[in-house]
């Protein structure tokens, strides 16, 4: 994941704890009908429409700043805070790993993320 992603390595503690999590979610075989253990406790089926891709790029809105100054910093998702209802992303620039919640994320309208490139025309924003 972290070579696809083209994140530094120091990022492989994230990595395997976004793998796990995702692992909980996947179907297997031990129990009955190939059910994950969620629906089996509950009897309902989880809804995965929101789940996001390691290293998604999204972008954290700043508090506090003046008319002309930059207001939203790129940062990409490295998984899910177990403490609260935030998402952790790397920042490049700082080289720092936080959790946030106030967040964006950049999808194509076939559900693709896009690359880090210019996006293109056919692009909507999505807030979580």
């Known amino acids: 994941m972290l070579i696809a992603a083209k994140l530094p390595h ?6 395997i704890h976004h793998t796990a999590w995702l692992c909980a979610w996947i179907p297997f075989r ?9 629906e089996q406790a509950t009897g309902q089926k989880p809804n ?5 891709i390691f290293s ?4 954290l809105k700043l508090r506090d700043t003046r008319k ?3 207001q939203p910093v790129e940062g990409y998702f490295v998984g899910y ?6 998402y952790q992303l790397y920042f490049p620039k700082r080289r720092q790993i936080a959790v946030e919640r ?3 994320m950049l999808l194509l309208r076939l559900g693709k993320l896009c690359s880090r490139a210019r996006p293109p025309r056919n692009v909507q924003l999505m807030k979580f």
Request: hydrophobic content about 55%.
């Open 10 to 15: 120091f990022l492989w503690a994230e990595a």
């Open 30 to 38: 031990a129990l009955l009908d190939c059910i994950i253990p969620f």
């Open 48 to 52: 995965l429409k929101k789940v996001l």
């Open 56 to 59: 998604a790029i999204m972008w």
């Open 68 to 70: 002309l100054d930059p």
């Open 81 to 86: 805070d177990e403490e609260s209802k935030g």
């Open 102 to 104: 106030d967040v964006r």
